[in-house]
Each structure stands twice: as C-alpha cells, then as structure tokens.
C-alpha cells in the first residue's frame, strides 16, 4: 500500500495545546474510522507554521478526501517512493 507525506499548512501549529492537538487526533481518527481501514494515519510532525504527516492510504485522492471530511487543510499531498537512513550508507 502506497505512503503519503501530507503538508499542512497552520499558522500558530507550533503553539498549539496538548489539549487541542488531542481534539485534532480524535477528529482525523473518527473520519478515519468512517472511512475504513485502507487509509491509516502513521504518524504527524508538528513545526512551528505546519504539521507533516505521514498516511498510509491506495490513493492520493483517499488522503484528500480524509482532509476535506476532518476539516484539515492539504496543501501539499507526494508519494513516498523511496525510504533511507544512516544504514542506508552502508
């Protein structure tokens, strides 16, 4: 199954409160849920203006639609192709 870098754009997501990154989650889990198992969050990076996600999904268009439903902005959707590390060099 294909692995999806998600770049969303929020002014202030560094700032952001423990308590409001946990409503964040239990939204993008609930729409995740309704949509089914073949698209799954991995794991989101927070920076001070964006959050970079990381989704497991068939499509880019399965990854857009769980934004549009939960509300989250996309602003940039890219397959991940390739992976490496330090072992990578070995």
Same mark, same amino acid.
């Given at each position: 199954?294909?692995?999806?870098?998600?770049?969303?754009?929020?002014?202030?997501?560094?700032?952001?409160?423990?308590?409001?990154?946990?409503?964040? !989650?239990?939204?993008?889990?609930?729409? %995740?849920?309704?949509?089914?198992?073949?698209?799954?969050?991995?794991?989101?990076? +927070?920076? =001070?203006?964006?959050?970079?996600?990381?989704?497991?999904?068939?499509?880019?268009? !399965?990854?857009?639609?769980?934004?549009? %439903?939960?509300?989250?902005?996309?602003?940039?959707?890219?397959?991940?192709?390739? +992976?490496? =590390?330090?072992?990578?060099?070995?």
């Amino acid at each position: 199954m294909p692995k999806f870098v998600i770049e969303r754009e929020i002014p202030g997501a560094g700032k952001l409160t423990a308590e409001q990154l946990n409503g964040i !989650s239990k939204t993008s889990c609930s729409v %995740l849920k309704s949509m089914g198992p073949q698209i799954q969050w991995v794991q989101s990076f +927070v920076t =001070d203006d964006k959050v970079y996600c990381v989704y497991i999904a068939p499509d880019e268009a !399965s990854v857009r639609e769980h934004a549009a %439903l939960g509300g989250f902005p996309a602003n940039s959707v890219a397959q991940v192709r390739s +992976v490496i =590390d330090p072992t990578t060099a070995e």
